[in-house]
């Protein structure tokens, strides 16, 4: 078991300011994977939810059992723009997953920048 | 129940697991012991003591407030800049590049507020303390069996189990290891982790579940806390540790998500023998123990699926549309069902427990070939349970693919049978099947099936052949359900039957209908605000099974535990316990069968039975103590449950008190001399009276003595002079007397275990009085009345069902001098309530009615005519004659005088 003055060293030095340090490395790396996984299971959830699969299946298959020939085409249209529709919702989301991943990994560096920046030219 | 069984630890070779050593030893780190598994080789190094509990507290709230300073750093942050553009009136030219590029002060403050955003993140996932969740947690089956495929047993490659431990499984080391402390232990023992357990949220609901009286092992569990050596510093014993990582690999097991109080609990219990021996003798056995922690198990478990089925249910379509949007709108066939796949998705059918082999061979029925199934089994037997368990895995979707995106739709049969016409019914039958075909997304349930045979067979409400022959075409698959024995009469021998995979659903084992019990009794909690405790719910399991023979497990014993939580609150109010007394009572009541705990005024009347038959008989010692014996047996629950309570046969001449003694003991036992089955046998001669006696086959309303025992199984069955039976009918009590049961006409089995059997027979009675008159003794009679006199009249294996052939002796004088008085009182006591007038006999008046009235050979019956004679006649003129009044004392005289002695009046 670690001794005391080790557990109360371990948690001022590497806790409290050896937490500054190990922010750049997590968040590059474990906290990178936990974003990308989020978004993963978020837009694995939704493509499941919207069945692609299952409609692209049944893309010529008549919708409520409307067998004849106006019923297939109207079926056809149909699910031709309902799955359109899904597809460009299923690209926004995709798009604003990916929009903040670009933001997590650009944000501290940039954010740390301008601060600087700003604190240069205060001073200056 | 959790797996109790022990792993294979592995002591540290260096400090060979000595908590002392250990703390220091450079090889484990602390840990003593470890035990592979497929997580990594577990081991527990955190440090218990109050330096490390009081560190890892403070580090906690040191860290809190760190990360609330930075939060209000991060909010300052944004106000300043904020308040910096309003100062300079910026906000219109925030949209502009100049303004970005100017770097102005209050854009630097918003850039720190979003880079100590970013900072705070990191901390609050990695720093503030939060409980891991089990590698195990979330996986799939097989996932987890791929996991389990290597197990690690290196050393090196070590896995701290301590951060999957919730707070309270911490606050519970921390306790154990004060009370080790408080007590001067040096180390803390799973005995004092126990005993922390107990203090614990989970503690309290396992007390409460298993009904504890802390006080009854309180001594003992003292003695124990102080069983170790005593000494100071207090360490974390190796014992303990085992402990704390067999909690660790049961949480895993159980596919917990984290490690609670709960495994730490029973581990400490089961690592015990002697916690075990110290709670077995304060009245809780170990097995009960298990079952309770099963209990919470269960119900911790059943959160956690619910929230897993809510998060799946919301992927299911809430129409009855398929995702596909192929299917139809089936609007007859909504008229008569509802979509169980539906109410399940919206959180109307609970979480069914038990059954997995029955779903097992359902599932593979429907996946070996799209076959229609038929579940047979007893109403109240789980079937409806398994159907409702399919419609909770279709919303999950964690079906075959035959059932994968469809609905479960309950047909109401009696409503489609009900148009009356056949004709018609068929076709609407047919329309509905053409509905379920186009649409293409609905599997059938028909409960009760039998409904669509006319349940004659091929009467006019014939359904079967139609469903057959649609079945035949296989455009849809269909779940039936059926009684077994509607289906042997009705199906099996029909072309519905030969299409239908035949998948049994048998009565629940007591065991298993505890666990639903378990399962379910939260629901039942919560409507009547009522707790039950495991000993409630053991004994309605027990009751059900034992006494309501007529329903089924699991749904007898959920029917009483209900009732008995309904009683309870009106009774107790609300947050009272349901004990097992209340379930008891409400068999009581259901079957009138005394089953409670016997009271001190039931126990008195039972242990004086002797006297307060012969209250009502005299003589016949042997058959008093003998009736009365069987009765204290039965009360006391030291009898062979699967017989009746006691089979006699009284043996003698008429009028000597054989049917007296059995009118005796309903008034005294059974609340009413008339509470008992009487079946004169010389009214059952012939082979046809069976039918009377059990019913016939198709005939709902039964036989005479199995329909009055279904209806009031707790009586006497007293059969009257049963030399004269058929032989057929003294079959039928050869079952009787050997199993308990006889089945009728219907096929229903009526359970005769809580009968009194007592036949009465004439047979041999000149044989009896030649012999008493003789002088021999009685038992000598009695074994020469079995071999030879009763040989050509009863077989000897009925004969030797009896638990007593009891032979009646003949009266003597002075027994029917003593009858005398009793008819006497009887006359006198219907006089003063009925008149109001006192009737009393001298002692010479009485012995001479007796003389009058003795035969040897009629008992006490020509004393009933010469008492109506002498006495009831002449009363009836003095009555008639208003020659006695209210108040008035009328004296029976010797020669049959009646005296009356007018009342004085006193005011």
Redesign the interface.
Known sequence: MISRTGSIAKYFFIDLFGSVVYFPAWWYTVGFWGVLRYFGQALSYRWTSYRFHIWLKNFFVPMYGQEDWSGRLVSVFMRFFVLLGRLIAYAIEAAIYFLFIIFWLLAPPLCLIFFLQSLYRGIV | MASSTIPEFTLCPACQGDPRT???CSAC??AGVGVSSPDGYLVW???ADH??FG?RKL?LKV?AI?HLFLAIIVVACFGLFFFGVARANAFLVLATRDYWS????E??FL??G??LL??LL??L???SERVKPLPTWGKSKRDLARLAEKTVSDPHHAKEISPHFQEAAWGLVERAYALAEKVGRIEVEPVHLFAAALTSSAGGIFMTRLGMDFEKIKEGLVSLLRRAPAGSPTFLSLAAKKVLLQSYLQAREERRKTVGATQIFLQSLLAEPVLQETLDAGGYPIKHVSQVMEWIRIQEQLQEEHSRFVALA??KPNTAMN???????TVLLNRYSEDLTLLARNGYIGPVIGREKEMEELLRAIESGRRSVILVGQPGSGKSALIEALARRMVEEDVPQELF?RRLVSVHLPQLVAVGESGMAAQQLLAMLHEVG???NIILVLSGIEALTGESGGGPMDLAETLASELDKGYFIMIGTTTPQAWTTYLERRSLGSKLVRVNVPDMEPDEAIRVLMAKSGYIEYQNHVFFSYAALEKAVQLAARYLTDGHLPESALEIAKEAAVLARKERGEQTFVTAEDMARIVHEKTNIPVESVTQDESEKLLNLEARLHERVIGQQDAVVAVSSAMRRARAGVREGKRPIANFLFMGPTGVGKTELAKALAAEYFGSEKAMIRLDMSEYQDHTSVARVIGIPGDERGGLLTEAVRKNPFTIVLLDELEKAHPDILTLFLQVMDDGRLTDGVGRTVDFTNVVLIATSNAGTQFIQDQVAAGTLLEQIKTTLLERELKGIFRPEFLNRFDGIIVFKPLTLDDVTQIAWLMIGSLAKGLEDREGITFRAEDAAVEELAKAGFDPLFGARPLRRKIQERVDNALADLLLRKEVARRDIIVLEPGGHLRVEKATTKI
Do not use: E, K, P
């Open positions: 250990s703390i220091n780190r602390g190094t955190a440090a330096f490390s560190f580090r860290n760190l100017a770097h102005t002060w854009s630097g850039w720190l979003f880079f970013c900072f990191f901390r996932r990695v720093y919301a992927l995702r596909a949007m192929t299917a139809q709108q995106d186009m649409s293409g």
